[in-house]
């Protein structure tokens, strides 16, 4: 049977405007492979396809998709399902030859994909557009600059994950959100729009950031693009003062410790929800002279690596600690960031879970580091248990 008629309906799918993702899986443990389309109109009818094994993706044309399902289903690949806006197409290996199934989403899928955003969508509408131009990551001709597509696709993640989450302020009139360490704040413009004027949320955002240049410059997109609902201020996160009611807070790639003020700043303001999404892990690196694993830190590379897992893996148990639950996610994927480690916290409890302090205070003494996270949150860490 030729490839067209085996992947009935893929082609079209593949091709149209609606087409999300494709998701190829199989028994035996073997990775998932996910095929994206690119965009960009240098990128226009290419697709990248990974798989989550962690080798390099590479980028292919519609006929070469189908080429690489075909031989990933001889592979032992059992199901690809294609997802597009109006529904799915599930192609599974039986021993007749591949089954066709064509789904709409349910309404559980729509209410879900209600928010989601993907990149073409950003790029639809004239608003959208010109704010991102203004932002420099369109060029004035409107096509996506090269060194500014990664920036693109963590902003589309970024907001995929906050619609995500939104539910859990769904009982709030308003909602107040600051962006912590905000640098030219991509994120909460953009966000900005889907909440105002796709979503119709009230949010009020403040952005933070000790650059004072990036401050008065975010001011000027500000007002030229009339968000009058922002405000910016040029401080450090730790130093931004409590006294109004804070639901959301998030930081994108603070630098080093400025991951730690945004948490601590979320845990004092008793924000729901706080998200963060570390970057250079530099404090603890420095600290990792005594502990009984020297192994895992004799090798540069590998010493900077486990610092970062070890800073991570500290700043969540002090969220668990003080009472929100928390989870780990890869935000994107490694050749978009190398940063990709999301933190997502939810309060859920008033008041600290004491078995999570202690797991703190146990890694922190294995490894002899002090972590600032810690002193930014001396309730949390009472100093009896820190002797
Ligand atoms: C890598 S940039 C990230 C900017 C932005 N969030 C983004 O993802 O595009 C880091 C920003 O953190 C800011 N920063 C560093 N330490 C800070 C602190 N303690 N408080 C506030 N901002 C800080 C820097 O000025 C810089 O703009």
Redesign the pocket.
């Known amino acids: 049977m030729s490839q067209s008629l085996q992947f009935m309906g893929l082609v079209s799918a593949l091709e149209s405007p609606e087409f999300r993702l494709l998701e190829v899986r199989g028994g035996n443990n073997q990775p998932k492979i996910s095929v994206e389309s690119l965009h960009g109109e240098e990128y226009s009818g290419l697709f990248r396809i990974y798989r989550k094994s962690g080798e390099p993706p590479h980028v292919a044309d519609t006929s070469e998709v189908i080429d690489a399902l075909s031989s990933y289903f001889a592979q032992g690949y059992e199901q690809a399902i294609c997802y597009t806006e109006r529904g799915h197409i599930t192609y599974t290996r039986t021993p007749k030859g591949i089954r066709i199934k064509s789904e709409q989403p349910s309404q559980e899928e729509q209410g879900k994909e209600q928010h989601k955003v993907d990149v073409k969508y950003l790029l639809e509408s004239q608003r959208t557009r010109s704010m991102l131009t203004e932002l420099g990551i369109l060029t004035t001709e409107g096509a996506i600059r090269r060194e500014q597509y990664n ?1 693109l696709i ?1 902003i589309k993640n970024f907001l995929n994950i906050i619609s995500e989450i939104l539910p859990e302020l769904r009982e709030l009139s308003h909602i107040n959100i600051v ?9 909460s413009f953009v966000l900005y729009y889907f909440l105002h004027e796709e979503w119709r949320i009230d949010a009020r955002f403040t952005c ?4 004072k240049t ?1 401050i008065r410059r975010c001011q000027q997109i500000r007002d030229s693009l009339s968000y009058e609902q922002m405000e910016f201020l040029d ?4 130093d931004f003062p409590s006294g109004q009611r804070v639901d959301m807070l998030y ?8 991951s730690d ?1 945004a948490i601590a700043a979320g845990v004092r303001l008793n924000s729901k929800i706080i998200l963060v999404v570390p ?1 250079c892990h530099f404090e603890l690196r420095s600290q990792l002279h005594r502990h009984p694993l020297k192994g895992l830190t004799k090798y540069g590379l590998l010493e900077e690596r486990f610092a970062a897992l070890l800073t991570d893996a500290l700043r969540a148990l002090a969220l668990e600690a003080a009472g929100y639950d928390t989870s780990a996610l890869r935000f994107v994927m490694d050749d978009i960031s190398p940063k990709n480690t999301l933190l997502r916290a939810i309060k859920r409890s008033s008041s600290p879970n004491p078995q999570a302090t202690q797991q703190y205070l146990e890694l922190r003494r294995m490894f002899g580091v002090s972590p600032t996270i810690e002193r930014l949150l001396p309730d949390i860490f009472k100093k009896s248990e820190l002797a």
Request: glycine letters at 10%; proline letters at 0%.
């Open positions: 920036k963590q962006d912590g360490a905000c640098g030219k704040s991509y994120l933070i950031d000790t650059n990036l401080t450090a996160v730790k930081s994108l790639h603070g630098c080093d410790t400025a003020e970057c």
